[in-house]
């Protein structure tokens, strides 16, 4: 989550919104990146200096817009003790973490009146491949009315996060993404 103290927090907005996609789903890397990366390879991440992660702070050595890390910067890593098997279950870890994270932030935002429609405007922008108007018109647009009150937005989702049920949750993520689940702790135990 962006850190808790308002003003860390803003300042952080910033950062994020500066070298990424700020969305109502939550923060992602541009598309423009995203090309950068695929070119790179899977093993190009963090080995060059224009392919360290856009929200690294070289100043401060470490994140710039994380307090505790979403999934796909937690289950990263560039090796592992159990070579292949072990890189696999953490890519599945990994898979399992995004789908989890962008389904809870969808289902929040339904909660908060978000129609089928604002959300997929989030995924048109990013998919939009200019970096142009049209793609900042689209991503306003996303942010429905809460444009220009993106704290107070993920402040709203936080709270209403608690009160979605597992039941329902289980539900929206379907039966592949629990199979996942199940079998990602029975390679973990
Ligand atoms: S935790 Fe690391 S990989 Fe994730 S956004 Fe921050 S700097 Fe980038």
Redesign the pocket.
């Known amino acids: 989550m962006l850190q808790s103290s308002k003003e860390v927090a803003r300042v952080r907005l910033g950062a994020a919104a500066k070298s990424g996609l700020l969305l109502p789903q939550g ?1 992602f890397a541009s598309p423009e990146r995203e090309v950068i990366q695929a070119k790179a390879g899977p093993s190009g991440f ?1 080995r060059k200096a224009h392919l ?6 070289n100043a401060k050595n ?5 307090e505790h ?2 999934g ?3 289950s ?1 890593f560039c090796k592992s003790e159990k070579n292949e098997e072990g890189l696999e279950l953490w890519a599945d870890i990994e898979a399992y973490l995004n789908q989890f994270e962008w389904t809870l932030a969808n289902a929040v935002l339904w909660r908060l009146g978000f129609t089928q429609d604002d959300l997929g405007l989030s995924e048109a922008v990013m998919l939009s491949e200019s970096s142009g108007p049209e793609r900042a018109w689209l991503q306003k647009r996303a942010w429905v009315e809460w444009s220009g009150r993106e704290l107070e937005l993920y402040d709203r989702c936080a709270s209403e996060s608690y009160e979605i049920k597992t039941e329902e949750l289980d539900e929206l993520l379907g039966e592949d993404c629990l199979s996942l689940e199940n079998s990602i702790r029975e390679r973990s135990a």
């Open positions: 923060l963090g360290l992660c856009p929200f690294f702070d470490g994140c710039s817009v994380w890390r979403p796909v910067c937690s990263y």
